[in-house]
């Protein structure tokens, strides 16, 4: 056998000293490699595994070949049986081909990668103003905003920033303050637990709660339009009632409301404003039909939503529907209906406070709060058949005070706390695609 085996190597030199190639190379003998992993990852997602078998029939020194898409990064494993990889924007294929002492001994395998992300969480870029809880958040557009709130640097701080962003590129960029001329001019409109919509291409801000730690606080009900394409911010007519914080907003049509909350650090409100940005003019409504601070509401098509939320003693998984054309209750001061608003079916969640609310196209959602025990738990509401399903928990976990919002088929949560202290902030921030 070592005679052969000799003969055989003589034979391979005198072919590579001749033809200039070796017409000895080692056969190809792993076939129909099998490369296990997901076949649908997140935009950015990070330590994605794939692996294969080990060589099966080694014949010297062994290495693993791993090709990735362009963006993508092996972080760990390269030239072994199990990688893992940090993809970028781009998907695309991943490839493995086996190799022995310099020689190929399998053809190469390929697992097709896809963004797509159904039903699914996916981590974004971290909030870039850090940790924040109790802000504001909406969307214009195409873009996402988030605003106010509370931090903490070396104490509990209270802002009047205001961030943009955008989905497509992913970024943060920020904006003209609360309150701010284009420059960032800060004139002291630091908030939190304040409210916030969006009407047409124009954001609004109002409400909340400041407290300078000396000074007693502050409970507020001025209120703020933004403009996206000049970046100013200009002061409109005070919130309709008393000042309040914990209150609900949201938007129909060219129309904004806001109501419930409380008028400092008791009490508890119903009165419900509409407001007209074309007249500046707040307006009443009919009353919610529960006392509540730190609910919901979302608006899907021309109803509005209200619900969870504490009356003072007793956390709530109620569920209201605001329809803005009822007449039946009267006509308010313009002779407009005064709508109505009428009991649905309960979320079928603990109830909590400082939930996230939002929609997304004809459904609603409502995740997380906090129920004395902070929840992840994340639901979906068929107005159309007045039903709630259980949908997987949101998977950035537990947390209250959080800010949600959509844009397009997405619906975004992140910031908040884990625990009740700001110390526990949070910054990560979350899309889900529907």
């Not at 209750?329 to 709508?339: A, E, F, S, Y």
Request: proline residues 4%.
């Amino acid at each position: 056998m070592r005679f052969l085996n000799f003969k055989l190597q003589i034979f391979c030199l005198i072919a590579f000293l001749v033809f200039g190639i070796s017409s000895c190379r080692k056969p190809i003998v792993i076939a129909n490699v099998v490369i296990l992993g997901p076949t649908t990852v997140c935009y950015g997602d990070t330590g994605v595994i794939f692996s294969v078998a080990p060589d099966p029939n080694p014949q010297g020194n062994t290495y693993i070949l791993w090709t990735v898409p362009e963006q993508a990064q092996i972080t760990s494993g390269n030239g072994t049986n199990i990688i893992k990889v940090d993809f970028g924007r781009i998907a695309g294929k991943i490839g493995v081909k086996y190799f022995s002492d310099g020689e190929e001994i399998s053809e190469e395998s390929f697992l097709e990668v896809k963004f797509d992300v159904q039903n699914k969480w996916c981590r974004e870029l971290d909030f870039k103003a850090g940790i924040r809880t109790d802000g504001v958040g909406f969307s214009i557009g195409n873009k996402g905003y988030i605003g106010t709130g509370l931090g903490y640097v070396g104490a509990v701080k209270y802002y009047d920033d205001f961030w943009e962003f955008d989905p497509e590129f992913k970024t943060w960029t920020q904006k003209a303050d609360l309150g701010g001329n284009g420059t960032n001019l800060n004139l002291g409109m630091q908030r939190a637990n304040a409210v916030g919509f969006s009407i047409g291409n124009k954001g609004y801000i109002g409400t909340g709660h400041k407290s300078s730690g000396i000074s007693p606080d502050q409970y507020l009900k001025d209120f703020w339009e933004y403009d996206p394409v000049s970046n100013v911010w200009l002061r409109k007519a005070d919130c309709g009632g008393t000042t309040r914080q914990f209150a609900v907003a949201f938007s129909i049509g060219n129309k904004g409301y806001v109501g419930s909350g409380q008028p400092g650090n008791t009490g508890i409100l119903t009165d419900f404003y509409e407001y007209d940005p074309i007249t500046d003019v707040w307006t009443l409504k009919s009353d919610l039909p529960v006392p509540r601070f730190s609910g919901v509401g979302f608006s899907i098509g021309n109803k509005g939503y209200f619900g969870m939320g504490t009356n003072g003693s007793v956390r709530q998984n109620d569920f209201f529907e605001f329809d803005p054309s009822d007449a039946s209750l009267g006509l308010d001061v313009n002779g407009n209906p005064l709508g109505k608003w009428t009991a649905k079916q309960n979320v079928p969640s603990p109830g909590s406070n400082g939930s996230v609310g939002f929609s997304i196209e004809n459904k609603g959602y409502i995740g997380t709060g906090f129920s004395g025990v902070y929840l992840k738990g994340f639901y979906e509401y068929d107005p159309n058949l007045n039903i709630w399903d259980t949908l997987p928990d949101f998977e950035g976990g537990t947390r209250g005070s959080a800010i949600g919002f959509s844009i397009g088929n997405k619906g975004y949560i992140g910031t908040g706390v884990t625990q009740t202290s700001i110390l526990n902030g949070l910054k990560d921030f979350w899309v889900y695609t529907k």
